[in-house]
């Protein structure tokens, strides 16, 4: 699940968060979080139906994967003055209550994390002491997997809407040269040495970006290439090592 996808219904374009100005007549108040933990979930249907119900505008400002620590900065709420001021706690409480925390990540809203992991043990192997390149690369492979199934898709929309078309939350929407970050490069940074490693990488790219439906997809993979290749010609010693880097990416 891609959070924000099961909120409400989405603007067709995936738009990130931005900060709206409040609407005449309208105030807003802060939620501030009263536990510690990583968020796991948002109560995607309790959360629409308590804006719907009090006519209110929620924006969330953490999402599954994030750290929260007591006190911090969770949402706004925009609404009418008198239903603000007369349940104001119990509105704050009840968003607060839609976080559903934990001690770890875990993956059923936060996809991002099956992603890290694998770029975690990349480059744990890729580390002096373990030098392991053959698994880096194998880690490499279960990320394009990950990310071929991913670049196709329909990213949600960061505005989400319900069934009579009214604004109710925004959030923050994932997008997908994101994932590319998160997981691809860790694993370049550390490799810039290992050409086995840096042609895996390559070859990801590749495969990803045949599987891509726009240009604006491939853009961070052809990033990525111009970038890996740059490294192998700075920290790549033997021409036969830089040569099959550059047929990679070719």
């Known amino acids: 699940v891609l959070c924000p996808e099961a909120l409400g219904r989405g603007t067709p374009a995936t738009e990130p968060v931005a900060e709206y100005p409040t609407a005449p007549g309208r105030r807003r108040i802060e939620v501030e979080a009263r536990f510690d933990g990583y968020v796991r979930a948002v109560e995607n249907e309790a959360l629409l139906e308590l804006a719907r119900d009090r006519d209110l505008c929620v924006r969330l400002h953490r999402s599954p994967g994030s750290l929260v620590v007591r006190g911090c900065h969770l949402a706004d709420v925009e609404g009418d003055p008198a239903v603000l001021a007369s349940e104001r706690d119990e509105i704050a409480e009840c968003i607060d209550s839609f976080f559903v925390l934990g001690e770890q990540r875990t993956p059923v809203q936060d996809v991002s994390l099956l992603f890290e992991e694998l770029a975690e043990i990349a480059v744990r192997a890729l580390s002096p002491g373990i ?96 970038e890996i290749l740059a490294a192998a010609d700075k920290e790549i010693g033997s021409a036969r090592d830089r040569a099959h880097v550059k047929e990679a990416y070719g």
């Open 131 to 226: 030098n392991d390149p053959q698994t880096a690369a194998e880690c490499v492979g279960g990320i394009t997997r990950g990310l071929v199934r991913l670049v196709d898709r329909a990213f949600p929309s960061s505005r989400r809407f319900d069934e009579n078309g009214v604004l109710r939350v925004t959030a923050p929407a994932p997008r997908f040269e994101d994932y590319v970050s998160a997981s691809l490069d860790p694993i370049r940074r550390h490799a810039r040495g290992e050409p086995s490693v840096l042609a895996a990488l390559l070859g990801a790219a590749g495969e990803i970006a045949r599987a891509a439906p726009s240009e604006a997809r491939r853009a961070p993979l052809r990033a990525l290439a111009e």
